[in-house]
């Protein structure tokens, strides 16, 4: 049981670059959640995904659409990417909604120069 | 919503007990009260969950009082590991979606020998 795992684990990206941060659980979560977390700053909710194909913005969603075409993947793509979306990258997943345990990935480091 | 309220960073030694208070003015009826632990370059992990009175697992104990507008969690004998960041969130496990819940800045505990 492998939990929530995330790739890459580092990426540099030149502004106006494209990416996928890829995620993916195996415990059969129907919720599931992508945060950026800023140097020394707590987490903010960019999408989350309630089931497949069930996906809705959070606090933070410019820049970033998602997809939850299964149940264990939860993909974040970045589009023309910025300078401020340089951050750390947290995929997590529960069983409900955010009220319950939520299972964190181990980040994506992005740069973005 | 309810929004918490954690001291910014905390002080302590190896081998004492250390409380971190979390304030929740506004806790709504269904809210529950989580305590998270993250790590530096790591996701947060769920270290315990509470509704009222007391909860006690083998990591650490969360005391709310009646009123819960407050929560307070403990951690007994601390050792140099326990240095890390400790994010409060309150909200209802049943509400589904994000819920608006937030991590917050989280309180940095420092330990020192």
């Known amino acids: 049981n492998a939990g929530v795992t995330q790739t890459p684990k580092f990426r540099i990206l030149k502004i106006g670059q494209s990416m996928t941060l890829q995620c993916t659980q195996d415990?059969?979560?129907?919720?599931m959640y992508w945060y950026r977390q800023d140097p020394g700053m707590g987490l903010k909710l960019i999408y989350y995904s309630v089931g497949a194909g069930i996906t809705d913005k959070g606090e933070v969603p410019n820049g970033y659409n998602v997809s939850r075409s299964t149940t264990e993947d939860f993909p974040l793509r970045l589009e023309l990417a910025a300078p401020s979306q340089t951050s750390v990258y947290f995929c997590a997943s529960s069983t409900g909604g955010m009220g319950y345990e939520q299972y964190f990935g181990p980040g994506t480091r992005l740069t973005v120069t | 919503l309810a929004k918490t309220t954690q001291p910014i960073s905390m002080d302590s030694y190896e081998g004492q007990e250390v409380n971190i208070t979390c304030s929740h003015n506004?806790?709504?009826?269904?809210?529950?009260i989580t305590w998270y632990q993250q790590f530096p370059s790591q996701g947060p992990r769920f270290i315990i969950q509470?509704?009222?009175t007391k909860v006690t697992n083998e990591v650490a104990s969360l005391f709310i009082p009646a009123d819960r507008k407050s929560s307070t969690l403990s951690l007994p004998r601390v050792s140099l590991s326990d240095t890390a960041v400790y994010y409060c969130l309150v909200g209802d496990p049943s509400g589904g979606g994000a819920d608006g819940l937030t991590f917050g800045k989280g309180t940095h505990l420092i330990i020192q020998p």
């Open positions: 506004n806790i709504a009826t269904n809210d529950y």
């Open positions: 509470g509704y009222k």
């Open positions: 415990m059969n979560h129907n919720y």
